[in-house]
């Protein structure tokens, strides 16, 4: 089997030496223009001409778990996508979003104020009965995060496309009941996929069902989220504030009104990095079950391609 790697924004190299020690009876190389075609594929953001010159891929493995910028490319029809399932990814998002959520819930911002202006300022101490939290996307880092935010005794509801179950959780699906989900809420956690049906979801009229204070926190995609809806719910004091780790356009241009926004909280997409090491194993591991009989059907991370996810 050929095995090609094709990954921007960093340096194939260490992909390719831990996939072919992981899969010593296959071939695994670096994609550059002009080579024989591969029939597997490791990718990040190709750009469009690695699938032009791969017309037979049988598969793709994505070394993320997001796959909108795959889906936006012309992909041969018959080629798999198969994304990343956590491999180290959750535990970051769950410090990531745990910290957001405390850090607003305890008022740590208002402290560090008040250390700046060398005031002692106490503050009353906050119900976590009255802070709901609400978890968009129920998927592996999804319902991760709202499994550590019940086990901090916060009431979790959850919404995602089709039902799940997760206990503790009370648990939303559909676009018939997302009104009331939100409207249960005061904190938002967006764990979404980007797709059509997705894209500027936490509009003006979405997040003006949050309880009055309701705080934003986005970690899926910036696309989710419409700006300017945004602020204006913040400037009104309907929003006490947001956290955000992902924009429209990253880098983050430096004129955009987010950085200056005195509610806002922003981190350049750190929430959840790749984890090398566990990814090459996550992929090889699945590699292998595909070599020993498996149909990619029933190998997990299978993407839908006309859900998106």
């Known amino acids: 089997m050929r095995i090609a790697v094709a990954l921007s924004h960093t340096s194939a190299d260490p992909w390719v030496k831990g996939l072919q020690n992981e899969l010593p009876a296959h071939q695994v190389y670096e994609w550059n223009s002009g080579e024989a075609p591969a029939d597997t594929a490791v990718v990040w953001t190709p750009p469009q001409v690695f699938f032009d010159q791969h017309p037979h891929l049988k598969v793709v493995f994505n070394t993320g778990a997001g796959v909108d910028a795959l889906l936006k490319l012309i992909l041969p029809i018959n080629t798999?996508?198969?994304?990343?399932?956590?491999?180290?990814?959750?535990?970051?998002?769950?410090?990531?979003?745990?910290?957001?959520?405390?850090?607003?819930?305890?008022?740590?911002?208002?402290?560090?104020?008040?250390?700046v202006q060398s005031q002692w300022q106490f503050r009353k101490p906050r119900v976590r009965s009255e802070f709901p939290v609400g978890v968009m996307g129920l998927g592996v880092l999804g319902a991760k995060v709202a499994q550590t935010l019940k086990n901090f005794d916060f009431v979790v509801n959850g919404w995602s496309q089709t039902l799940k179950q997760i206990e503790g959780v009370r648990c939303f699906n559909g676009i018939s009941?997302?009104?009331?989900?939100?409207?249960?809420?005061?904190?938002?956690?967006?764990?979404?996929?980007?797709?059509?049906?997705?894209?500027?979801?936490?509009?003006?009229?979405?997040?003006?069902?949050?309880?009055?204070?309701?705080?934003?926190?986005?970690?899926?995609?910036g696309a989710h989220v419409v700006d300017g809806d945004l602020i204006a719910l913040l400037d009104s004091g309907h929003l006490a504030g947001a956290t955000l780790d992902v924009f429209r356009q990253e880098p983050l241009t430096a004129d955009h009104p987010f950085w200056l926004h005195p509610k806002i909280t922003l981190t350049p997409h750190t929430s959840a990095r790749t984890m090398r090491d566990e990814t090459i194993l996550q992929i090889a591991g699945k590699?292998?079950?595909?070599?020993?009989?498996?149909?990619?059907?029933?190998?997990?991370?299978?993407?839908n391609r006309e859900r998106g996810y």
């Open 80 to 115: 798999s996508i198969i994304r990343l399932e956590d491999a180290g990814m959750s535990v970051q998002m769950c410090e990531y979003v745990l910290n957001a959520v405390v850090r607003h819930f305890r008022e740590f911002d208002v402290y560090a104020t008040s250390q």
């Open 177 to 221: 009941q997302l009104s009331d989900f939100l409207k249960a809420s005061k904190f938002l956690i967006c764990l979404l996929p980007l797709t059509t049906q997705t894209e500027n979801i936490l509009n003006h009229s979405h997040l003006s069902m949050l309880q009055q204070g309701g705080y934003l926190i986005n970690v899926a995609r």
């Open 287 to 303: 590699i292998k079950q595909w070599v020993d009989g498996v149909p990619l059907s029933q190998i997990s991370g299978l993407i």
